[in-house]
C-alpha cells in the first residue's frame, strides 16, 4: 500500500521558518516526480512547488511565483523523503500543505501541467502577523 505522509507543520509568526516532509512507504519517491500543494481556506488548491526526478530538467525545481526565493523543495534519497523548507514565511502562507507523486511534469507551462498518482494527507500551516 502506497502512502504518503506530510509531518512539520504548525504555527509560526511572520518571517519565520518550517521545514516540511514527506514520507513515502510502498513506493520509492526518486522513482516519482514530486510536488507540493496548498489549499488555503475557501480557496482552490494551488501548485507550490515541484522537482523532477531528474534535477537537471529543464524548469526543475519549479516555484510558484508567491514563494519563490522563500521557499526550497530537496529530496532525502536515503530517508525515500521530499522537504518543502520554507523561509519568511507570510500569513498569505497560511494553508494545508500536501505534497504528491507526479507521474507527469510539463514545465513548458506556467505553471507546469501536472499527473498525479498518490497524494498524502496535508499538514496544516499557520502563519500568525
Known amino acids: 500500500q502506497v502512502q504518503l505522509v506530510e509531518s512539520g507543520g504548525g504555527l509560526v509568526q511572520s518571517g519565520g521558518s518550517l521545514r516540511l516532509s514527506c514520507v513515502g512507504s510502498?513506493?520509492?519517491?526518486?522513482?516519482?516526480?514530486m510536488g507540493w500543494f496548498r489549499q488555503a481556506p475557501g480557496k482552490e488548491r494551488k501548485d507550490v512547488s515541484c522537482?523532477?526526478?531528474?534535477?537537471?530538467?529543464?524548469?526543475?525545481?519549479y516555484y510558484a511565483d508567491s514563494v519563490k526565493g522563500r521557499f526550497t523543495i530537496s529530496r532525502d534519497s536515503a530517508k525515500n523523503t521530499v522537504f518543502l523548507q520554507m523561509d519568511s514565511l507570510r500569513p498569505d502562507d497560511t494553508a494545508v500543505y500536501y505534497c504528491?507523486?507526479?507521474?507527469?511534469?510539463?514545465?513548458?507551462?506556467?505553471?507546469?501541467?501536472?499527473?498525479?498518482?498518490?497524494w498524502g494527507q496535508g499538514t496544516h500551516v499557520t502563519v500568525s502577523s
Open positions: 510502498g513506493i520509492t519517491l526518486d522513482d516519482y516526480s
Open positions: 504528491a507523486a507526479l507521474s507527469f511534469v510539463n514545465y513548458a507551462l506556467d505553471p507546469p501541467e501536472y499527473e498525479s498518482d498518490y
Open positions: 522537482i523532477s526526478v531528474d534535477d537537471n530538467d529543464d524548469g526543475s525545481p
